[in-house]
């Protein structure tokens, strides 16, 4: 019985969790939205080619919505590309698992893709918020890029204040938000509501790499500090 358990608690330290967006409305525009494929492609065979397992959910299960303009060529790197000829990647992404049935104690870590659908569903979305609360009193890390900061701003600690409260955090800049004329599209601005809640909201120029990591949580500013922000992941789970 130990000994299953044993391994169990071994096969554990070898998953790693992806959760994408569900929402594909940018706001009223009429446009879509989705996930940034680099921001999921790069983390993705970053944490495999470390020798991890990842599995993918989502809120309502199944094909998440990608961001159109994340496949235009001037967005494409060798991860985007790699993904484009793995066919059985690309499988395991049409079947994503809901979230309601996903638990923590499964993973070892968690990494949240960014691309604007996060905004909409993630920010509220109850089983994802319970998500991070029991990795975070588990101890294992939270990864988050971009956009997908924003599910952080409604999960509490375990004295009911704002997780991000104290804590260095970076996401999508107020001034990256302006440069892609979306400032008045998105419900709210990421920079502005961490710093509500209290949180230490660093960021760099708009467009480079920047991560920051504190008390669990591995934040990456733009689409461009994902791989980055995967390696900070991994180098944490080594």
């Not at 929402?23 to 993705?44: R, V």
């Not at 994340?70 to 484009?84: M, N, P, Y």
Request: charged letters at 20%; a negative charge.
């Amino acid at each position: 019985m130990q000994q299953t358990a044993n391994t169990h608690a071994t096969a554990n330290n070898r998953q790693v969790l992806m959760v994408l967006t569900s929402h594909h409305s940018l706001g009223n525009t009429g446009e879509k939205t989705g996930f940034w494929l680099e921001e999921f492609a790069a983390p993705y065979y970053q944490v495999i080619d470390a020798g991890y397992q990842v599995k993918i959910a989502s809120p309502l299960g199944g094909q998440p919505p990608l961001d159109p303009k994340s496949v235009e060529a001037d967005f494409q790197t060798d991860a985007t590309r790699r993904f484009e000829q793995d066919k059985k990647s690309q499988a395991q992404l049409a079947k994503t698992t809901p979230l309601a049935d996903i638990h923590a104690n499964d993973y070892a870590a968690v990494f949240y893709p960014g691309g604007h659908g996060p905004l909409w569903d993630l920010t509220n979305n109850q089983d994802s918020i319970a998500l991070i609360s029991s990795f975070i009193k588990q101890h294992k890390p939270v990864a988050v890029v971009c956009h997908a900061t924003a599910v952080l701003l409604n999960v509490k600690d375990e004295s009911g204040n704002a997780l991000v409260k104290g804590k260095a955090i970076t996401a999508f800049s107020n001034s990256e938000e302006d440069a892609v004329q979306l400032t008045d599209v998105v419900p709210f601005l990421l920079e502005d509501e961490l710093i509500k809640l209290g949180a230490n909201y660093q960021k760099a120029e708009d467009w480079t790499s920047f991560v920051v990591a504190d008390g669990g949580i591995i934040s990456g500013q733009n689409p461009a500090s994902s791989s980055a922000t995967a390696a900070r992941l991994i180098q944490h789970l080594a």
